[in-house]
C-alpha cells in the first residue's frame, strides 16, 4: 500500500517538474495522497494498515513555571538536545541554501530556534529544531519564503482546534511516502560522485555519514560526521605539510623540490618550509621530520659537496602561532642541532611569531644574525660560511702530507676524514666570528656561486 502511495507522489511530483501547466501537481500531491489513503482506509477498513490514531482537540494552554526542583536532573539531557538540536537545524538549513542558491546566516537561523523554544515553552510544547522531513516536505512543495511557516502554523493550529476527528483515519504509509517523496530530491548524488573523483576522504566522509543517517536517524547521523570530520581535522593539524625548498633558476624564490624539481638545491643547506602553526600537537611530528631529513640528506646540485647537513634553514612564512609547547621543543632541537654542529636559521617569521621567539629566548640562543627577511639571503649566508670553511680545511692534507714521506701512505678514507675534521673545526669558526668571515649578514654571492 505505501508503495503506492510513493509512485502517486512521484508521479506527481515527476509531471509537475516536466510540465509549468501542470505545476500545481507537484504542490497538490502531498493532500492527494493523504485523501486518497484516507477515503481507502473509510470505505475498505483494511486490518493490516495502522493508521494515526485519535489526536487531541485543542490547543495547549498556557502556563508559567513555577518549581525548578527538576533543573540540575535535566541540564545534562538539555544539553544534549541543544548540541543536536543545533547540528540538526544547520545542517538541513545549509543543504537547502546549497540547493537553492542563497547565503545561510547560521547566526539568524539559532536566534528565531531560540526565540520559538521560548515562547513555546510557555506552551509545554516540545523543543522545536529544523526538522529534516518536514523541510524537505515544504521545500518539494515550492516552499520559498518563511510566509510558507506563518501560513502552515495558521492551518495546524486551525486543524487542531476544528479538524482532528479527520485524520483519525490517515493511513501511516501515507505520511510515510511523503517524506520519502521528499527526501530523494535533497540526495545529491552528484556531489558524492564529485568527492570520489576529487578527494577519497571527503567521499569516505560522505559515505560514513550517509549511512549511519539512514540506519539510526538524523541525529546518530549528523553526531557522526561531526566527529569524523573533527577527527580528520585533528590528523591533519597534528600531521602538517612540511616541504623542502629549492631555489628556481634565475630568481631568488623558493619553492618546493617535489613541485619543481629543476629548482637548485645546495650540498650542506636544507631548506624546510612548515605550513602550519607549530604547538604542542604537532611539533614532534615537525621534528621527526627534520630528523629524516638530516639523516636522509636529499640530493643537492649546488655548492661544495661536504657530505652531510651543516644548515637547517627553517621558513616560517606560512606559521601564524606557536604555543609554549613548541617554543620549549625549538630549544631543545637547538641543543640537539649544536652537539651535532648544525646551525638552524630562521626566515621570514611574522610579527607575532617573532616576537614570541624573542621574547622566548629562541633568538638569543639561535643567535639574532641567524634570523633573516628572505630565505634567499639565509641561503647566501649559509653558502658564505661553507665556502669560507671549506677553503681552510682544504689545506689540511697538503699540510699533513709535507710533515713526512709516511703520509703518502694515508688511505683515501682518512684523508677524507681529516679534511672533514677539519671542515668542522673552521666551519664554527667561521659562525663564531673567529675566521676571515664574520657571522653578519654577507653581501649577495656571485651569480657562479648561487
Not at 498556557?62 to 540540575?72: K, M, T
Not at 541543544?82 to 537553492?100: F, H, M, R, Y
Request: with cysteine; glycine share 8%; net charge neutral.
Amino acid at each position: 500500500m505505501g508503495s503506492a502511495f510513493l509512485v502517486v507522489l512521484l508521479t506527481m511530483k515527476h509531471l509537475g517538474k516536466s510540465d509549468k501547466r501542470l505545476r500545481f501537481l507537484r504542490a497538490s500531491g502531498p493532500l492527494t495522497t493523504v485523501v486518497l489513503g484516507t477515503i481507502f482506509v473509510k470505505i475498505f477498513h483494511p486490518p493490516a494498515i495502522p493508521v494515526v490514531g485519535e489526536i487531541p482537540q485543542g490547543l495547549p494552554k498556557f502556563s508559567i513555571p513555577r518549581g525548578f526542583e527538576h533543573v540540575l536532573s535535566l541540564t545534562p539531557t538539555a544539553a544534549l538536545i541543544t548540541g543536536v538540536a543545533i547540528l540538526e537545524s544547520v545542517g538541513i538549513a545549509k543543504a537547502l541554501a546549497a540547493k537553492n542558491g542563497y547565503e545561510l546566516d547560521s547566526n539568524k537561523e539559532l536566534f528565531g530556534l531560540g526565540i520559538a523554544n521560548i515562547c513555546g515553552s510557555f506552551f509545554s510544547s516540545y523543543p522545536a529544531t529544523g526538522s529534516f522531513s518536514r523541510s524537505a516536505v515544504n521545500h518539494e512543495s515550492g516552499a520559498k519564503t518563511g510566509l510558507s511557516g506563518i501560513i502552515m502554523g495558521i492551518i495546524i493550529g486551525s486543524a487542531l482546534l476544528f479538524m482532528t476527528p479527520l485524520f483519525t483515519d490517515i493511513p501511516q504509509c501515507a505520511l510515510a511516502a511523503i517524506v520519502i517523496s521528499a527526501v530523494t530530491g535533497l540526495v545529491d548524488y552528484e556531489e558524492a560522485i564529485f568527492l570520489w573523483r576529487i578527494d577519497k576522504k571527503d567521499f569516505f566522509l560522505w559515505a560514513i555519514t550517509f549511512i549511519t543517517t539512514l540506519v539510526f536517524g538524523i541525529e546518530i547521523g549528523v553526531l557522526v560526521g561531526v566527529g569524523f570530520s573533527l577527527a580528520f581535522v585533528i590528523h591533519e593539524s597534528a600531521n602538517p605539510h612540511i616541504a623542502v625548498l629549492g631555489r628556481l633558476p634565475g630568481t631568488t624564490v623558493y619553492r618546493n623540490i617535489l613541485q619543481y624539481p629543476e629548482a637548485f638545491t645546495y650540498n650542506g643547506i636544507v631548506v624546510v618550509r612548515i605550513d602550519a602553526p607549530i604547538y604542542f600537537a604537532n611539533i614532534s611530528y615537525i621534528k621527526d621530520r627534520l630528523r629524516e631529513y638530516e639523516l636522509n640528506l636529499p640530493n643537492s646540485n649546488r655548492g661544495l659537496d661536504v657530505g652531510r647537513v651543516y644548515f637547517v634553514i627553517l621558513e616560517m612564512s606560512p606559521v601564524t602561532y606557536i604555543d609554549s609547547s613548541a617554543v620549549q621543543a625549538l630549544k631543545d632541537l637547538h641543543q640537539e642541532y649544536k652537539a651535532r654542529h648544525i646551525q638552524i636559521a630562521i626566515a621570514n617569521p611574522n610579527r607575532q611569531v617573532h616576537l614570541l621567539l624573542s621574547r622566548s629566548g629562541i633568538l638569543d640562543l639561535i643567535g639574532a644574525a641567524w634570523c633573516f627577511v628572505r630565505v634567499h639571503d639565509a641561503v647566501q649566508v649559509c653558502l658564505q660560511h661553507v665556502q669560507n670553511a671549506s677553503s681552510s680545511a682544504l689545506k689540511l692534507p697538503s699540510q699533513a702530507s709535507g710533515d713526512s714521506a709516511d703520509s703518502i701512505s694515508t688511505s683515501k678514507e682518512e684523508q677524507r676524514r681529516i679534511k672533514q675534521d677539519g671542515f668542522f673545526k673552521n666551519l664554527w669558526k667561521a659562525k663564531n666570528g673567529n675566521a676571515d668571515s664574520s657571522a653578519e649578514v654577507q653581501p649577495l654571492l656571485q651569480q657562479n656561486l648561487v
